[in-house]
């Protein structure tokens, strides 16, 4: 399979685990804004069935980054919001507006556009390390204060700022995913000795802990849509800062089209979380029986 193929595997993975992440999460009793929630939903059947999908994804999705470019995988894992949202609401039974369906095809229709269009290029496969180091400083020390804020606010509000928090974290651990699947070869104590483990599992472990508190919020669009959207837009800025990736072929000619499909992807997330923003559920309304 190419890297292209491996992505739409990984996006499907991805959807099909964080439904089932998030149907495991809201069967809790504590709140989202409660660390001992995260102790619950380890012992959900359906948590951890959703936990298996999401390590299928991020498999796929390092063998993908391994053979493509940041910028093209992190594109086609974004449409896993896409995946999720008939999955959320045949599963945790959530309302699929007009709204929402406007903003999964307008998604779908950017990505088309951009890939099609721009034909995006690697870069370097080894990034200066100042190029890292400031990537890293500056997404932690936002994810930080975004994670501070959340824990503030509320309903739909709570999970588009921790979703976007999210997407920070993952967006990173895409890139970083896409190092270390360089460094595997040295062995395991090479491994360990290398910087990219350790940012790999501190972006993991972040991303993973602000996603299932705003997947516990039960506002599935606006989490997914605000994480998606987040770490697709960090994804193509590390892509082009860090591994000096083109976002079209040197001397074409749709350079501007392909941008224009991107704004079009971004924005179609953005709508899709709008529209969640409207609907403020009470997460006893769509917990699931167990």
Known sequence: ?????????????FAVGTVLQQRGALSTSARENDPRFLLEIVR??????????????????????DRGSLVVVQSLTALS?????PLGALLTDQHI???????????????????????????????????????????????????????????ADRALTWGVAAGLGFGLQ?????????????GVLGLFGNWSTYVLIISAVAGFVLQQSALKTGVLAAAMATSNS???????????AVYGERLAKPGGSHGGLAVLGLLIAVGGIAVLAGSASREQPDTADLRPST
């Open 97 to 155: 507006g007009g709204r929402a369906i406007t903003g999964a095809l307008f998604t779908v229709a950017g990505i088309t556009v951009f890939l099609s269009a721009g034909q995006p290029q690697g870069g370097t496969s080894h990034p200066s390390g100042t190029a890292w180091f400031v990537a890293c400083f500056v997404i932690f020390v936002v994810l930080v204060a975004l994670a501070g804020v959340g824990r503030r606010l509320s309903g």
């Open 230 to 240: 987040v770490t697709l837009f960090t994804s193509v800025i590390l892509g082009v």
């Open 174 to 186: 895409a890139a970083v995913t896409k190092t270390f699947v360089t460094q595997i070869g040295g």
């Open 44 to 65: 959900k059947p359906v948590w951890l069935a959703g936990g298996a999908f999401q390590a299928c994804g991020w498999v796929l999705q390092a063998m993908a980054l």
């Open 81 to 85: 919001l896409v995946i999720a949202l």
């Open 1 to 13: 399979m190419n890297g292209n193929e491996l992505a739409a595997l990984a996006a499907f993975a």
